[in-house]
């Protein structure tokens, strides 16, 4: 499967950008799409997952109740949709795709990965 991100901008802080990651290729019902953020200096992580049914998803507890993932599946697209933006979000976003539960937060877990989207949100 090939992943494409896009979406990422410049944004003011208190403002929203949606992300999104187009995906191409097989695509099995099992598999979980994930959202990932490196900020400049910082290791990879986890920032949410969802089954590609779309029933389950999981967050970090950082972005609860601000971001939410989904997908749309006849468009084979996996969005992350960003409100109430902090500067502390200011990373480069990746999307990737794995086998599982959306419980695995590891970036070593997901073998499929696309480019990054850079997200800035200015204080």
């Known amino acids: 499967v090939q992943l494409q991100a896009s979406g990422g901008g410049l944004v003011q802080a208190g403002g929203s950008l949606t992300l999104s990651c187009a995906l191409s290729?097989?695509?099995?019902?099992?598999?979980?799409m994930g959202w990932f953020r490196q900020a400049p200096g910082k290791e990879r992580e986890f920032v949410a997952a969802i089954a590609w049914s779309g029933r389950t998803t999981s967050y970090v507890e950082s972005v609860k109740g601000r971001f939410t993932i989904s997908v749309d599946n006849t468009e084979n697209t996996l969005y992350l949709r960003m409100n109430s933006l902090k500067p502390e979000d200011t990373a480069v976003y990746y999307c990737?795709?794995?086998?599982?539960?959306?419980?695995?937060?590891?970036?070593?877990?997901?073998?499929?990965w696309g480019q990054g989207t850079l997200v800035t949100v200015s204080s």
């Open positions: 290729g097989p695509i099995f019902s099992s598999w979980v």
């Open positions: 990737a795709a794995r086998e599982g539960s959306v419980h695995y937060r590891g970036v070593k877990s997901y073998p499929n």
